[in-house]
């Protein structure tokens, strides 16, 4: 296996890609997914990393890990350039990493379920930015973990006070619109495959469902499953990531990883 850190500033150490790539050439290239853990934009979860990324890994799928840029030294898009930096990194080393580069999903966390999204939705923005190509940065499918998804109504305003930092209050229109993901979900977008429990006190669930409606209002393929136990931040659900909180583990919840998988293979290849 290779587990390795990427780092793609040499003067900033906070912001790196951890690898968990299992290569045999004896079988068929892998599929891949970065992983993009929470945190409201104010530091990274590491339990919603590790344990997520072997949790596919022992599925058969490489999984990339991102920390991403946090707390005062972050305002948008930086966190935006970060993930597209690391998109762009495993397809241009798909062949090192043994996955297939027409292949490679993204998994969102809370905030970094919203760094997901607009990953999805503004990738031509990342493109540019990075200088390549036209839908270079495109992934081929979505996983949306207890998003924070619109900076309308109810929603997680500190994901939202430390993004652009400074108050959801004072955003303006035009920033509230680009940034809540299901203003910008078009028939372009990846198919998406969501899930929340409606015990989540800490992101609204109403982000899912506004996120879902857009999905088919675009007419795209989606999958949503809300789960009916669990506070925010259960990462897999079960007592490998729970960190010793037994409110953690919620078994109809734990099922998500499973469901996600089979989402997955489900996608044309």
Not at 71 to 87: C, I, M, S
Not at 142 to 148: D, G, N, Q, R
Request: hydrophobic share 35%.
């Amino acid at each position: 296996m290779i587990n390795e850190k990427i780092y793609f500033d040499s003067t900033d150490d906070r912001v790196f890609l951890e690898t968990y790539a299992v290569c045999d050439s004896n079988v068929q290239p892998r599929d891949a997914i970065l992983i993009i853990p929470g945190g409201g934009y104010s530091g990274v979860s590491w339990r919603e990393g590790i344990y997520t990324a072997l949790a596919f890994l022992g599925r058969g799928v490489n999984t990339f890990v991102l920390t991403y840029s946090t707390g005062e030294h972050a305002v948008y898009p930086r966190q935006l350039l970060d993930a597209a930096r690391a998109f762009k990194y495993i397809k241009e080393n798909a062949e090192k990493y043994h996955v297939n580069p027409k292949r490679i999903f993204a998994l969102g966390y809370s905030a970094g379920g919203h760094l997901l999204g607009t990953l999805t939705t503004l990738h031509g923005v990342a493109e540019k930015m990075l200088g390549v190509p036209k839908d270079y940065l495109k992934i081929r499918g979505a996983i949306f973990c207890y998003p924070v998804v619109t900076a309308f109504g109810s929603t997680h305003t500190g994901s939202f006070n430390n993004l652009l930092k400074k108050p959801l209050s004072e955003y303006t229109e035009e920033e509230k619109n680009l940034l809540s993901i299901e203003k910008n979900i078009t028939p372009d977008s990846p198919p998406a495959f969501i899930w929340h429990t409606s015990g989540d006190r800490g992101v609204p669930i109403n982000g899912s469902l506004k996120l879902c409606q857009a999905y088919y209002d675009a007419g795209l393929p989606t999958e949503l499953h809300i789960y009916p136990y669990g506070p925010h931040g259960i990462a897999l659900a079960n007592e490998v990531s729970s960190n010793g909180r037994e409110d953690y583990i919620q078994p109809r919840a734990e099922e998500w990883v499973n469901e996600a998988y089979k989402w997955m293979q489900g996608l044309d290849k």
